[in-house]
T-cell receptor, first 115, second 112 residues
Framework: DTAVSQTPKYLVTQMGNDKSIKCEQN?????MYWYKQDSKKFLKIMFS???????INETVPNRFSPKSPDKAHLNLHINSLELGDSAVYFC??????????????FGSGTQLSVL | SQQGEEDPQALSIQEGENATMNCSYK?????LQWYRQNSGRGLVHLIL?????REKHSGRLRVTLDTSKKSSSLLITASRAADTASYFC????????????FGTGTKLQVIP
């Protein structure tokens, strides 16, 4: 069973379109994340949710809107896609205690190509 | 900005040799983690070392942490072709709930 699954794996779309990426984890974790990995392999955190509540919101354009319907799901909706949005987007989850952050479990990534 | 900087950016060794990767970070941390990423795949957690630990082992992996120098190293002994991947350090800052921030990564190639 896949612990963190995200769909789709590949997403090719035109500039200006709106698209969504879905993520689900079956690990019972409280915290979920979205990371963006650019062409140089830099990984940058975008958002983090803990028990459906937004706790980290990095400097991300408001075209990006995360939604967490329950603690097992964290979806990412992107409006008005731009060329610079092309990247690999990773979903991850972790089970954090109040004082110690534990390891992250990653999905296999969604490669987004904006043409 | 990236919390961690890794060195070297790329490393090419022969199978059987040891590989050492270094990570430097900027702020006080709660823990430091190392992850591996195979080409086209997600990241996989390798090992976690807490700020009050100095060394940790897991199989062929050895991690050290020097909080006074804000640096860590990952040693892979007796490397195998299957170790070919990118390796990232990640830090969780101290002082309450914080984000996990990744370094720039080291691309390791192990030549059979």
């Amino acid at each position: 069973d896949t612990a963190v699954s995200q769909t789709p794996k590949y997403l090719v779309t035109q500039m200006g379109n709106d698209k969504s990426i879905k993520c689900e984890q079956n690990l019972g974790h409280d915290t979920m994340y979205w990371y963006k990995q650019d062409s140089k392999k830099f990984l940058k955190i975008m958002f983090s949710y803990n028990n459906k509540e937004l706790i980290i919101n990095e400097t991300v354009p408001n075209r990006f809107s995360p939604k967490s319907p329950d603690k097992a799901h964290l979806n990412l909706h992107i409006n008005s896609l731009e060329l610079g949005d092309s990247a690999v987007y990773f979903c991850a989850s972790s089970q954090d205690t109040p004082t110690v952050g534990e390891k992250l479990f990653f999905g296999s990534g969604t490669q987004l190509s904006v043409l | 900005s990236q919390q961690g900087e890794e060195d070297p950016q790329a490393l090419s060794i022969q199978e059987g040799e040891n590989a050492t990767m270094n990570c430097s970070y900027k702020t006080s941390i709660n823990n430091l983690q190392w992850y591996r990423q195979n080409s086209g795949r997600g990241l996989v957690h390798l090992i976690l070392i807490r700020s009050n630990e100095r060394e940790k082992h897991s199989g062929r992996l050895r991690v050290t942490l020097d909080t006074s120098k804000k640096s860590s190293s990952l040693l892979i002994t007796a490397s195998r072709a299957a170790d070919t991947a990118s390796y990232f350090c990640a830090t969780r800052p101290s002082g309450g709930y914080q984000k996990v921030t990744f370094g720039t990564g080291t691309k390791l190639q192990v030549i059979p």
